[in-house]
């Protein structure tokens, strides 16, 4: 295949329309070098996500391909010009990553010593949409291996789909395969601004995780023994073993229960169905003390994101019927629907925060305030413990006058009290 130079191909394995949709919501905003088009390759239902990227790299004569996940958003207009740029600026470099480790212990564990993972930090303090171009003195990590939610190439390697059939290890598999072709991976330093946004709320459950651990060491046992021997840490710091162990431990302890972990989380999705198909409020509210006591403390919850999104949606529910409010679960019958309520929520508010265009900022504003979502299911997505917004007082204060400007004055005087209760929380 000729290769087209000046293309750019993003490459998505997705099952998900709605994470699909707003994550090209985000690459349409993206500003295009002078000369250069973008294409997009979206596989689903694929077996494995090296057997999808495999056959969307065949399929594209771009030079430069961008493999992201579905719940990926790009918030750096610059993106492509500064990848671009790096790639340009060194022929050996064959991958950049958003966040990556400079070098792996051999328990092959990629962000867990954060001390060594650079880039992506999940530090949550992104502000704004942002604007930034590198310059020649931005620096750029050397790192051993990168983060797979989003990976840009500007050369083709095969993806490793005969060893790694599933859905973990392909990103550290890929960067030991630049690797042994003597081509760096590298990571950019964002500034602490980071370039994308990982929502990281479809991923795997980790079940296999331990599986395919052991088959990236066997495979790269030798590549993780001799990377940059002279940056290996010389002093073993058993605290940091000891936890290393205990995490590894929770990856065997998934694998030996998975189906029991898999049948539970279905029994409780089948009760919220029923309830939610006989719109029995009082019995969902129930259903939220048992799910503080028997289902939040436990790893079924660590492990399930719809779990998650159920007691999300019952605290809100609880808080709605307190205080007169139609619920926001009104008409969802059943679990997609109020998946699919959930995320469109948790996009709008993310688009707030971001501060996109204002074009699209008005449709989040209008889906918040003009339909029964409530000021607390708002706050729960805003501030429960899995929650990745930093910006929650900002969200709020907009969503307020919103409701202000259509003279809805009682859930104003809601939101004005869950503003308040988040500063005094600050």
């Keep these: 295949m000729i290769s087209n130079k000046k293309q750019f191909c993003f490459i998505i394995c997705t099952n998900n329309k709605q994470y699909l949709d707003e994550c090209a919501f985000y690459i349409s905003l993206l500003d295009i070098p002078d000369g250069y088009t973008t294409d997009l390759i979206t596989i689903e ?18 030079k430069y391909k961008i493999y992201l996940h579905h719940d990926t958003m790009i918030l750096n207009r610059y993106f492509l010009h500064n990848i671009l740029k790096i790639f340009q ?25 954060l001390s060594r993972y650079v880039g992506y930090n999940y530090n949550r303090s992104l502000e704004r949409y942002i604007s930034n171009l590198i310059t020649d003195e931005d620096y750029i990590y050397d790192v051993e291996a990168i983060d797979g939610f989003i990976m840009a190439t500007q050369y083709d390697l095969e993806w490793r789909e005969d060893i790694f059939d599933g859905w973990d290890f392909y990103d550290l598999s890929q960067s030991m395969e630049f690797d042994r072709k003597n081509l760096r991976v590298i990571v950019p330093d964002q500034k602490d601004i980071e370039w ?3 929502a990281d709320d479809m991923t795997s459950t ?6 395919y651990r052991k088959v990236f060491r066997d495979e790269y046992r030798f590549d993780l023994e001799n990377y940059d021997i002279e940056r290996k840490v010389k002093v073993i710091d058993e605290k940091k073993k000891r936890a290393v162990q205990d995490r590894i431990e929770q990856y065997v302890m998934l694998s030996d229960l998975s189906q029991d972990f898999k049948d539970e989380i279905k029994k409780i999705k089948e009760e919220t169905e029923i309830l939610l198909n006989d719109q029995d409020f009082e019995k969902l509210c129930d259903m939220r003390k048992h799910f503080d006591a028997m289902v939040a403390p436990y790893a079924i919850y660590r492990v399930s994101v719809d779990i998650r ?6 605290i809100a529910l609880e808080q709605e019927m307190n205080h007169g409010l139609v619920p926001s679960i009104k008409g969802i019958t059943d679990i997609e629907q109020l998946r699919y309520k959930y995320v469109k929520a948790q996009m709008m508010l993310r688009r707030i925060e971001m501060d996109v265009p204002e074009e699209f900022q008005e449709e989040a504003f209008q889906y918040l305030t003009e339909t029964d979502i409530s000021p607390y299911y708002i706050s729960i997505l805003l ?28 859930r104003a005087k809601l939101c004005i009290g869950l503003f308040k209760q988040d500063e005094s929380r600050s």
């Design 206 to 211: 980790l079940y296999e995780f331990e599986k």
């Design 309 to 314: 999104r159920i007691h999300h949606t019952l």
């Design 383 to 410: 501030s429960n413990e899995y929650s990745s917004f930093s910006q929650t007082k900002r969200i709020l204060s907009g969503i307020c006058q919103k409701y202000i400007e259509a003279g809805d004055v009682k």
């Design 196 to 198: 994308c946004f990982h």
């Design 89 to 113: 600026s060194d022929d050996e470099i064959g991958m950049i990553g958003m966040g990556g480790n400079v070098h792996l212990d051999d328990d092959a564990l990629l962000s867990f010593d």
């Design 45 to 62: 239902g694929a077996t494995s996500i090296t057997s999808a990227y495999n056959a969307a790299m065949n399929a594209s004569e771009a």
